[in-house]
């Protein structure tokens, strides 16, 4: 069973594909236009997208492209009756998983649905757990408690570090040779502000205590205990 957003203003096709999914036990909301479909994907979490390209408002397309621009990964299938290749290509570029012509089978539909599913399940199998905390580097996710909690770019790399080492003690200079890039000028003060960053987030979604705890006159470690 899956969680699926379905964007479409085509009511009677959009009942049928409903009926269909719902039938299959998957778990599905509906909503008619762009504006109302980017607003529950950044609300709420679903395991695949059905988009389609034409919708009041904010096109699918470019729903799509601000959705992706946000950051997030979740598997989005293109519904559409454009049928041309270039039409294809501006959606997979676009950041689309997959393409559907319409009129499609729904047995296909399905099936397609089937391989987003396992093809996300295979990316976040190399996932990082600690304390409830649960990092997915493929997917650049962090959640806590099963909320999701955004991180810049360079939080997420010194989260993802300290975590594949758990109670290892770096110092600061260690910690940047392996997080910042060798070109990077980056200096203990940046460190010090990222980590800082990184720890008040983590605080305010939840965290019990210092996730990333300073040991004086040694440096940080991942306290996993």
Avoid: C
Avoid at 21 to 45: K, S, T
Wanted: cysteine-free.
């Amino acid at each position: 069973m899956a969680k699926i957003l379905l964007v479409e203003d085509d009511k009677t096709g959009a009942e049928i594909v409903v009926h269909w999914l719902e039938a299959e036990r998957h778990n599905i909301d509906h909503v008619e236009n762009g504006d109302d479909g980017l607003e529950y994907l950044l609300m709420r979490q679903y395991d695949v997208v059905l988009l389609d390209w034409d919708l009041p408002g904010k096109s699918g397309f470019d729903l799509l492209r601000e959705f992706r621009s946000k950051g997030h990964t979740t598997p989005v299938i293109m519904l559409t009756g454009k049928s041309n290749v270039q039409d294809k290509e501006d959606g997979l570029d676009g950041g689309a998983d997959d393409y559907l012509t319409k009129p499609y089978s729904l047995k296909e539909l399905s099936a397609r649905i089937r391989a987003q599913v396992r093809r996300s399940s295979n990316l976040t199998s190399n996932q990082l757990e600690f304390k409830g905390i649960v990092l997915s580097p493929e997917q650049m996710r962090l959640t806590l408690n099963g909320k999701d909690v955004p991180l810049l770019p360079k939080e997420f790399s010194l989260l993802e570090f300290f975590m594949r080492n758990p109670d290892r003690v770096f110092t600061a200079e260690a910690v940047m040779m392996r997080v910042w890039s060798t070109d990077s000028e980056t200096s203990t003060d940046a460190f010090r502000s990222t980590l800082k960053r990184l720890r008040q987030k983590l605080e305010a979604a939840g965290a019990e205590g210092s996730v990333v705890e300073t040991v004086h006159g040694a440096g940080y470690r991942f306290n996993s205990k």
